[in-house]
């Protein structure tokens, strides 16, 4: 029996309900059996609760529906192709751009001087390395790409070196944890260190709402910032880690991945950048019709 197979199996002999699920032990057991199955039913538990209670999500979870601005993420790309897409974005209303780096250091430099150039002075733009620099080149990138004014540098190193992190923050690099932050433990350690300026949340890593909450909680406690982020997830989840950007006040949200593949669910639609999220009970999307195609055996 695969792991998401023996979570759900986990969750139907427990009579997984809005009542019962809020429970921090059988949260906790089906989590060590399946990290995503344990999202999924986190997510259904959490707009099961708030259609019983007749509320938007947001509400529930102590907060309210916000216009929420995302950011757009341009991959590895040439520097010409990426200052194209940047002009798309812009025109279709992204206020904020997220750029991929860390293979070579000169095109990354081109890349973002390509999309600062299309994107006009008053865009937001990030970078993240997802951990492919050195700490040295890190810094040397950072302080040849001032001039573009970046935000921050989400995962400059791998994922392990916290103390180089810390190091890189001593020498004015706005450092963002993604790949170093997937729990309470690796949040506290790098509080403790001051490795890092804000954290990325995404409810796939960290297994739900629930636990994400307590993590925001935590990162606002120690005076870091924070990011609600995605992996590849369906509208479903961007929909869910949207109703939690609205009651955590992140400093970055990045929401976009649904529009780069197949929509499994009627939303949420991005009008001029902004995640729209409809006023109703629950995450406010349903699986479009035909979902069935997507089943698959665990
Ligand atoms: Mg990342």
Redesign the pocket.
């Known amino acids: 029996m695969k792991k998401c197979e023996k979570a759900l199996v986990l969750a139907e002999s427990y009579s997984v309900s809005p009542e019962t699920y809020f429970d921090d032990e059988m949260r906790g057991e089906i989590a060590e059996t399946s990290l995503s199955a344990a999202t999924a039913i986190d997510i259904a538990m959490w707009d099961l609760r708030a259609k019983m209670d007749g509320l938007s999500l947001a509400v529930v979870m102590g907060g309210s529906l916000k216009d929420l601005q995302t950011d757009f993420t341009i991959g590895i790309m040439d520097a010409e192709e990426a200052g194209l897409e940047a002009t798309r974005l812009t025109n279709e209303g992204f206020r904020s751009i997220k750029v991929k780096i860390g293979k070579s250091l000169s095109e990354d430099l081109d890349r973002v001087r390509a999309v600062r150039n299309s994107s006009g002075p008053s865009a937001k733009i990030y970078v ?1 390395a ?1 951990g492919g620099y050195d700490p040295e080149s890190a810094a040397r990138f950072w302080e040849k790409a001032s001039e573009y004014g970046l935000e921050f540098f ?2 400059p190193v791998p994922a392990d070196m916290l103390k180089e992190m810390a190091s890189l923050r001593e020498r004015g690099v706005r450092v ?1 944890a ?2 170093s932050f997937t729990d309470e433990a690796s949040l506290n350690k790098m509080i403790q260190l001051e490795a890092v300026d804000l954290v ?1 949340i995404k409810l796939m890593k960290c297994g739900g709402l629930s636990p994400a909450m307590r993590l925001a909680r935590t990162a606002k406690h120690a005076g870091v910032e924070t990011m609600v ?1 995605c992996m590849g997830d369906v509208g479903i989840s961007v929909a869910a880690a949207a109703h939690l950007a609205c009651c955590i006040e992140p400093r970055q949200v ?1 929401l976009d991945s649904h529009l780069n593949i197949e929509q499994i669910c009627n939303g949420p639609d991005v009008v001029r950048g902004s995640v729209v999220l409809p006023d109703m009970p629950g995450i406010g999307v349903g699986l479009k019709e035909g979902w069935q195609k997507w089943k698959t055996e665990c």
């Open positions: 993240d997802n989400e995962q963002c993604d790949e990325n982020g990045d």
